[in-house]
């Protein structure tokens, strides 16, 4: 069977890891940091990119790249590699195109964490962000673009602000201006949208988050589709198109072709950086892997019950879910995730930042934790603790009312969910 026509369901299950006659049928933990070789040259070899092979775990190790496969084939690329977390997926993403002295474009409605690494950590390594309306127009969109831009970046589905991502406008803007469109798909993962088929260049995941499932391994991946020409804009990325000195004067897209990315990801940046994901977080991954086509359905089948019967209560002051036909988004969020959009929900109470607090002590099954969208419901409450430093009004200024509650519907019974929703606003 040809592996690119396999449905995402088969590769949840299968991918990656081909076992040979006599080999494990189940993905092993590679818990090595060395591998032996019989001879020097061989080593060598491996050192020049010369050769296929396996010498230090932060560079590379099997549990890794098998993990690393399927979720490049989930996605539609041509190669992948697994980081230590979503931060560092992102951040090498970037930092791969990117030097001192060059700028990107980001979308404003994206997690916190990465705003705080474009804006304020990147700055400091003379890496310059413009931030963008994701619903500003084109003509709008177009006066953020300068001669040293080198990538536009954006979340499929925004965490927690949930603005569904217009990626073909997104897409069509990049290539105008002869830049990859990165694009982060945690929140929607493969099952929901693909964005290479809509334009995409370059994919970023939060594993931690759907794709493990369970809240219990950190980590991140970077995802290639191939499908940029990095040589027709060679003086925008001369770290892919020039001699890399650090290996004998390689030009990673005239050695790799399509692959040149993400070696030189791997070669240069988790060569020096080290941000490796472990392969004892690498297998609990995949086991995540293998039920996210069983989990992401429920979680917005969920999220959706909770969405109409939130929206059908008089306290609750507003709804933001994609899947609501009164969401400013769901049309959007019908063209390119046509299936759902994910488990996740933001509301306000009419009883404001200060009925929140009372609201989420209340809860019984739905736990306040500072993560997402893993099997458990779970909620948060930004004014009171990610962002509990801020006044009301930089609260407004930052993009997150006061009131907002995160809540991250999981796959238990969708009646005890709302049960316990219920019973919190009504005691």
Not at 130 to 156: C, G, M, Q, W, Y
Not at 298 to 304: I, K, L
């Amino acid at each position: 069977m040809d592996t690119k026509k396999r449905s995402v369901e088969t590769v949840c299950i299968q991918g990656g890891w081909q076992p040979k006659n006599g080999e494990p049928r189940v993905l092993p933990i590679y818990q090595s940091t060395t591998f032996k070789y019989e001879t020097s040259e061989q080593m060598g070899r491996l050192f020049d990119l010369e050769e296929d092979g396996y010498f230090y775990t932060r560079l590379a190790n099997p549990t890794n790249d098998a993990v690393a496969a399927k979720i490049c084939e989930l996605e539609g690329g041509v190669a992948a590699m697994l980081t230590s977390s979503g931060q560092a997926a992102n951040f090498y993403a970037l930092f791969n195109i990117c030097s001192a002295g060059d700028h990107f474009i980001s979308t404003a409605t994206i997690y916190g964490g990465s705003t705080n690494l474009f804006t304020v950590t990147l700055k400091k390594m003379g890496i310059e962000c413009t931030l963008v309306d994701p619903d500003a127009s084109e003509e709008e969109l177009e006066a953020a673009f300068r001669p040293n831009t080198k990538a536009v970046f954006a979340e499929t589905i925004a965490n927690p602000a949930l603005v569904v991502l217009d990626i073909e406008k997104f897409a069509s803007l990049a290539h105008r201006h002869g830049v990859p469109l990165i694009v982060d798909n945690t929140f929607a993962t493969p099952i929901n949208c693909r964005p290479f088929e809509w334009g995409a260049d370059i994919v970023t995941h939060s594993t931690t988050k759907y794709m493990d499932g369970h809240a219990m391994a950190v980590g991140g991946c970077i995802v290639d589709s191939g499908n940029f020409d990095w040589q027709a804009h060679a003086d925008k990325f001369p770290g892919l198109t020039t001699p890399d000195d650090s290996y004998h004067g390689i030009v990673y897209t005239e050695r790799f072709g399509k692959g040149a990315y993400i070696t030189k990801a791997t070669a240069q940046l988790m060569r020096d950086l080290g941000s490796i994901q472990s392969p004892q977080n690498a297998f609990l991954l995949n086991i995540g892997l293998e039920t996210l086509h069983l989990r992401m359905p429920r979680h917005c089948e969920n999220a959706q019950k909770v969405a109409e019967y939130l929206e059908s209560r008089e306290d609750v002051a507003w709804v933001n879910y994609p899947g609501l036909k009164s969401n400013r988004y769901y049309e959007l969020a019908q063209k390119y995730m046509p299936n759902g959009t994910c488990g996740v929900i933001s509301f306000g109470l009419k009883s404001g930042r200060e009925g929140a607090g009372v609201f989420m002590d209340k809860l019984k099954l739905a736990a306040i934790v500072t993560h997402v969208a893993d099997a458990r419901t779970c909620v948060l409450h930004p004014a009171s603790h990610t962002h509990r430093q801020l006044t009301n009004e930089q609260l407004v200024e930052a993009g997150v009312d006061p009131s907002l509650i995160r809540l991250s519907v999981g796959i238990e019974n969708a009646d005890d969910i709302i049960e316990d929703i219920r019973q919190a606003l009504d005691e």
